[in-house]
């Protein structure tokens, strides 16, 4: 193995420790950073994940409260609870978990987020406002996957990247803040027809499709960066395991840095999380200030 | 010459006619379309652009107020202006002339129009409900732009399509819309090290810098389409005139087709606006029975 690997816990570990002097910041002027998480219907599935969101959460300084509603909750009812959460000033960030049951369509949920409360960066607002470069929150993986780049010693500003994969929560994303940083970036998909053609000329290369081992050595320059966001779970004879998006042994003897799974990406996504909390209880509360302070001025 | 001239001015009027036939229909429902301008301070530079906008409203049916507001007028003012016209059921479309005085910030006057009457398509929202592949009002020149793409015989699935330029208005929004169609997109842009390496591997290239004579025949692969929006005023030994980025000349020798400067996307541009301002009609009309109409079910 040639590549450096990238520690996604450190790098993680590094933002918390900024969220947390933030988020003590934020506290002593009294607006102490919180989030509400919403599920809805059967948990189990995400009940791990928003466990370890807590953690990350109170780790970080920020408060976490796990709300869970019943499979029965109509859409009404939802945006209802949403709105209340929207205008309450000591709520400072919504995260709506998937799955959703089938009567509850997501984007209308993430509609109903206030922009300035879209910690999970889903509102198409927000999206505008990515593409527009202007500080905003952004969607976690994306912005995750962007600032694992960043600490690598690459220059931004006209480097090739080729991103795999173009859904609207990592692949496009990930494309408008790559074209904001100055790179030069060519997005492939299930319909390119020579995604190792795009890939292979690429300085860094990130990955986010959903297929274990769709990206190989042979398709990476050598040298480049992987940023492998894919999360996957495939039986091995030695059990099941969590792998990536790239063929980790071939892509790791030709690039230049790789990012494991697990410890790669997915640590840095929710450290994001809790960063986009703080810089939303920030954004609150100076927008409140903007609203209510002019009498001062 | 081998390249096919691709006649914008036909394009245009053909979109005009399929305007004014829904402009007839919304209008017997008692929705007849119509477009508010706004241009502000010395207006001398727009006047002749505004004028043949008024023109081609006319032409397919929308109502047309170009409205002149003096030097002075306050960002608080115009801002209260906006407000007032998005409150204004007969008025269904706000455009925001270009340029504006220096005090007055463009960005915040777009964000200031409603999105359902943002018939220029610049609100952050819109924006980002195009990255979502929803149906909304698109940034005119860049839906001009891949309208013409799509009156050629190519197959948008899987088309190599290399975007120059990378403005939040134009090459970006060309950008997702292709992504949208299925196409492999690659964006550069001034901090791109070869722009030619990423043109002559594409079949469609987008153009949208501002500089005359950017793109090259050789930066062309043989049989590609090259769709031009630069506008330059250039100065020749005949006198002024108006050209493309592309030197068309040394293009339209290698490209399968191409677009002139004048009378290429700049007609579709305006046809486009005038699209928006039916479609803004239409779902301002939706968006009111939703609303009001719901003790009828």
Chains 1, 2 share one sequence.
Not at 257 to 276: D, E, F, Y
Request: hydrophobic share 45%.
């Amino acid at each position: 193995m040639r590549a450096g690997l990238i520690d996604g816990k450190a790098i993680a570990a590094e933002m918390r420790a900024e969220v947390r002097a933030e988020a003590e910041l934020l506290t002593k002027e009294g607006w102490a950073p919180k989030l509400v998480s919403i599920s809805v219907g059967d948990t189990a599935a995400a009940e791990l994940y928003v466990r370890n969101q807590q953690k990350q959460a109170e780790n970080a300084g920020v408060e976490f409260e796990a709300r869970s509603y019943p499979n029965e909750t109509s859409l009404e009812q939802l945006i209802g609870i949403l709105q209340g959460l929207n205008g309450d000033p000591r709520v400072n960030g919504i995260i709506i978990q998937r799955p959703l049951p089938d009567h509850i369509p997501v984007k209308v949920l993430q509609k109903a987020v206030h922009p300035l409360k879209d910690v999970e960066g889903m509102h198409p607002a927000t999206i505008g406002n990515i593409v527009y470069n202007d500080l905003a929150l952004g969607p976690c993986t994306a912005v995750a996957a962007v600032e694992i780049l960043k600490t690598l010693p690459l220059q931004m500003e006209g480097l090739n990247v080729t991103v795999i994969g173009h859904s609207e929560i990592v692949g496009k994303p990930i494309a408008f803040l790559m074209m904001g940083l100055g790179a030069t970036v060519t997005v492939c998909h299930h319909m390119t027809r020579s995604v190792a053609m795009h890939s292979r000329a690429a300085d860094a290369v990130f990955v986010a499709v959903g297929k274990p081992g769709l990206v190989t050595g042979d398709m990476i320059k050598p040298g480049a960066a992987v940023i492998d966001i894919g999360i996957n779970r495939v039986e091995t004879p030695e059990g099941a395991r969590t792998v990536g998006d790239a063929d980790f042994d071939s892509c790791a003897e030709v690039a230049g840095w790789i990012t494991p799974v697990p410890g790669g990406v997915g640590p840095v996504t929710v450290a994001t999380l809790m960063k986009n909390a703080v810089m939303a209880t920030r954004m609150q509360m100076e927008h409140y200030r903007d609203a209510y302070a002019r009498t001062e001025v």
